[in-house]
């Protein structure tokens, strides 16, 4: 028989916050040494409240109008509890009753064609901390405890392991752009729930829900491995589905049952007294609105028609900095297509041959603006440009300081030219000969010289038509 594959994804989302959700400890990565970024209301003292972190609720909600939902303008917080040696409070705060968003849709192009996702809720929760093992005792390190989390539950709409990877990267870039999340290594984790059916069936199979788990790679691994166990149980009998939780593992490249699964009565949730419920009124609303950032779709849209490439598109909607970076520059008024090949290219360049990323790039957009516009403007070419990227980009110099400082904008008058290419011709009898009997290539060595003579001074192209045309 053949079956069909049904997913449905609940991911959970660090947020790039400066302080925890519920106190003013730094966010994640302020953490050098474990227990670094703990007070007492994080690490569970008695008599400690919660007070809630403004921007944990904007990024939310900044999530959702990108995800399409319904922002909910009444949302509150509730327990979910459970006794584990990470969780000090005993009980994790997190949203069941009014999800701060519902109903959304996110549409992903596959090679099947389009494919739309239905969100079932995003809500707000805190994180747990780490439990570390070692010889024969656990540690355990609240530097994630109460780092502020989104879960993205979707609604059973996946048919392959090629859309969960789809819909995973679009997130990714989405909330990279959004400055949602960083979406770092262990930043976005996901459960996957799976079943399978025979196809054509309405309904749903008996669905397992593999834990925690933050490579993309291993999601897919995992997928596939479970599809497979689900439809053999189906198909030979091999054994009875349950709906059980289980966990993955990477070596093996198996699932492995962990528990049954918990039903809500097993986390004996209640609202939350101690926080009260968050009105979004408005005003406010249309002011996160207002910040929100274009959507990946929008603004690759915008990038396309700039005349920017697929592949330059792609660098720059992964990398926040860098897109900034260029919409910065093309705001000074430099243009998009050149602006991209200036920092994807040149700038990139001037960085590898440092050893370095663009996690170390530094240059300001003003700096970039102003050699790009000498360039534009004819005041230098292309080769002086370059010497000033590397000097920005290397020592932070002023491009336009530093370009008069080393006579880099000489406008060299043609009458110079013509004596440097009448003298570098006659010194060079040889290549003039091999030019003469066809030999065109050996223009280039004369071209070069010339150049090398005009210290990069010069508009390449005037100089190579004169050069053409005196030795012919
Ligand atoms: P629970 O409350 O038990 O966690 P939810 O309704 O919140 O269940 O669903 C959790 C996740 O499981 C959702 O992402 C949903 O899409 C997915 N899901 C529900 N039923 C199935 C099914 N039969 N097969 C695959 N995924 C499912
Ligand atoms: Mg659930
Ligand atoms: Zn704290």
Redesign the pocket.
Known sequence: MKYEL?????THVELSTESKIFCSCGGHSAAKEPNDCVCPACSGMPGMLPVMNKRVVELAVTAGLMLNCNINRYTTFDKKNYYYPDLPCAYQITQLNHPICTDGCVTLKTSEGTRDIRI?QIHMEEDAGKLVHGGNSSFVDFNRTSVPLIEI?????FRSAEEVTTYLNKLKSMFISGGISECEEGAMRC?V???VRPEGSEE????T?IKNMSSFDAIERAIRYEAQRHMDALEFETEELVQETRRFDDVSGKTFAMRN?E??ADYRYFPDANLMPIIIDDEWLEKIKANKPEAVDEKAEQYRNAGVSDKEIDMLISNNKISKLLDDTVALGCNAKDAATWILTDCAGVLRKDGKTFADLAITPQKLSDIIQMVDGGKINRVAAKKILIAVIENDVDPIAFCKENGLDRQVDSSAIDSIIDRIISENPRAVEDYRNGKTKAIQALFGACMKELKGAGDPAVIKEILEKKMS
């Open positions: 049904v997913i449905g994804l609940e079932k539950v979707t609604q059973p709409d459960d729930n799976i079943s749903f199979g008996v669905r829900e699964k039903t809500e």
